[in-house]
């Protein structure tokens, strides 16, 4: 292989861009990613004389080389003022970009200004389309194109929370199989550890073909309580770690002492791995849900949204989320909120007392605009979202409302 390949445009299919997730794949490969027919829209009439200069961010590059470790979140936000809206990126060059979830690193991204609007074409300004040349660093190994796919975010903001945060109802976690001991009479236990696990009669830990093999490890579910009503609105299971079945629960005949024979109850065997916090006995065990490629694609909700901050996810002690942190929001699936809603925040608006005048009066403070949020998993009445770009600290009570 030569230093570099080039590969042209029409041997790949189809290269498009969304505003997080990138792929790239042959045609017949290609992944069938949902485009909304109000982002195809938009995208089609932006696309019919470009952004205006108004909407690109002020240090918009004229040319720009994706590369390894780029998200489009971060390139979108290199072009537009706000980089949840990117029909319009699309729609900059609608003509080259037909399915906007295919793009990969050495592509160069070329911005064309002209009678107030800008296009984001992928040949330079009056090249041919056909003529464009891609060009990819040589490899030792053969690799799917998809595995060099930029993606929404940097992955490990938020792949550790796809499987963690967990809303359960009030006896969901009390009917689940429970760690009775540990090898050695271990109280604490970690990864690499073995423990016995047993289940009730209605669930009981079994080991056989299509029964679970695979658990997550919770304790403690918290009230999830709406700021505004104090409603409980579920109850948020503390994720512990991972569970591998080995064994499943039995019964054993051994002999009684008198001459006959009884049969005793064998709990489930489980080794543990990738421990986040000490586990001990009386922890819950949940089936493991199967892993899923999930593609992001931030867009402003179609619906009015105004929410309320409800928890910060695994700080409790916190009083303040920092920008990449977890945060819990009063509303979920059964409000209209789905992955990828990309919300403002705004502070709560402090009280305080006037010193400057006699009475010393207790006023608010006007709650001001504090960055941008992303719903990546929805519950029934909670959703978990992704701090994205925030001035200051986060907290109970802040509001999350439609993106300007």
Request: proline letters at 7%; a neutral charge.
């Amino acid at each position: 292989m030569t230093a570099f390949t080039s590969v042209r445009r029409t041997a790949l299919g189809a290269l498009t861009i969304i505003a997080g997730a990138i792929l790239v794949v042959a045609p017949a490969q290609a992944q069938n990613y949902p485009i909304s027919a109000s982002q195809r829209a938009t995208a089609q009439q932006v696309s019919e004389r470009g952004v205006p200069l108004s909407e690109l961010a002020a240090n918009a590059p004229d040319t720009y080389t994706v590369k390894r470790g780029d998200t489009l979140w971060g390139i979108s936000g290199m072009y537009l003022k706000r980089p949840w809206r990117w029909p319009e990126l699309w729609g900059m060059n609608f003509d080259a970009i037909k399915n906007p979830h295919l793009i990969f690193p050495g592509q160069t991204l070329y911005l064309d200004k002209e009678g107030g609007y800008a296009r984001l074409r992928t040949t330079p300004p009056g090249a041919a389309a056909e003529n464009q040349t891609v060009r990819v660093s040589p490899r030792t190994r053969s690799d799917s194109l998809t595995d060099t796919a930029l993606p929404t975010l940097k992955p490990h903001l938020i792949e550790p929370f796809l499987v963690e945060p967990l809303v359960v109802d009030a006896d969901e976690l009390l009917r689940a199989p429970r760690i009775v001991a540990t090898t050695e009479d271990r109280v604490l236990m970690a990864s690499g550890d073995r423990a016995y696990v047993r289940g009730d009669a209605a669930s009981p830990v079994r080991a056989e073909p299509g029964e679970p093999r695979f658990f997550r490890v919770f304790r403690d579910a918290v009230a999830l309580k709406d700021p505004l009503t104090g409603e409980i609105l579920g109850y948020e299971a503390q994720y512990l770690g991972k569970a591998e079945l080995v064994r499943g629960e039995s019964f054993e005949e051994t002999a009684d002492g008198k001459g006959g024979r009884v049969s005793e109850y064998i709990p489930a065997t489980v080794d543990l791995s990738a421990t986040k916090e000490e586990i001990r006995a009386g922890d819950r065990l949940l089936p493991a849900p199967a892993r899923a490629f999930t593609s992001y694609t931030p867009h402003a909700p179609a619906i009015e949204v105004d929410a309320r901050v409800v928890s910060i996810y695994g700080s409790f002690a916190a009083a303040y989320a920092a920008q990449n942190q977890v945060i819990a929001i009063n509303v979920g699936s059964q409000d209209g909120i789905e992955p990828g809603h990309v919300l403002s925040l705004r502070t709560k608006g402090e009280r305080i007392k006037d010193k400057t005048a006699d009475a010393k009066d207790t006023i608010k403070l006007p709650s001001e605009s504090n960055g941008t949020a992303m719903v990546f998993r929805t519950f029934d009445r909670v959703s978990y979202a992704l701090l994205l770009e925030i001035q200051n600290g986060v907290r109970v009570g802040d509001r999350l409302v439609n993106p300007e």
